[in-house]
Nanobody
Framework: QVQLVESGGRLVQAGGSLRLSCAAS????????MAWVRQAPGKEREFVGI????????AYADSVKGRFTITTDNAENTVYLQMNSLKPEDTAVYYC?????????????WGQGTQVTVSS
């Protein structure tokens, strides 16, 4: 069993930065790639980015490439999402996921989500 707890979401002005954290625990944690997914009001869940615990293979959605960065702290079992140059369209609930299938947008484990609101 894996538990994921996100934090760090808040209201921020356009052009600002924010760092989200995903504290992970569970004995099988290292088996899973870790992803960030977001969901805006009235929209489907959208892939943001994904990484492994080695951070050796990281991929991003085109909409965030060059602005968002995913890193891991293996000692703390934490995954971070650094978001820069934020835009109003980045407003969403951001979820941490373990074992995400990008084709189906289903994951083995999900966090509870953290709200990010970007004001114009």
């Amino acid at each position: 069993q894996v538990q994921l707890v996100e934090s760090g979401g808040r209201l921020v002005q356009a052009g600002g930065s924010l760092r989200l954290s995903c504290a992970a625990s569970g004995g099988t944690l290292r088996l899973y790639a870790m992803a960030w997914v977001r969901q805006a009001p009235g929209k489907e869940r959208e892939f943001v980015g994904i990484t492994t615990w080695r951070s050796s293979n990281t991929a991003y959605a085109d909409s965030v490439k060059g602005r968002f960065t995913i890193t891991t702290d293996n000692a703390e079992n934490t995954v971070y999402l650094q978001m820069n140059s934020l835009k109003p369209e980045d407003t969403a609930v951001y979820y941490c996921a373990a074992g995400l299938n990008r084709a189906t947008m289903r994951a083995t484990y999900w966090g509870q989500g953290t709200q990010v609101t970007v004001s114009s």
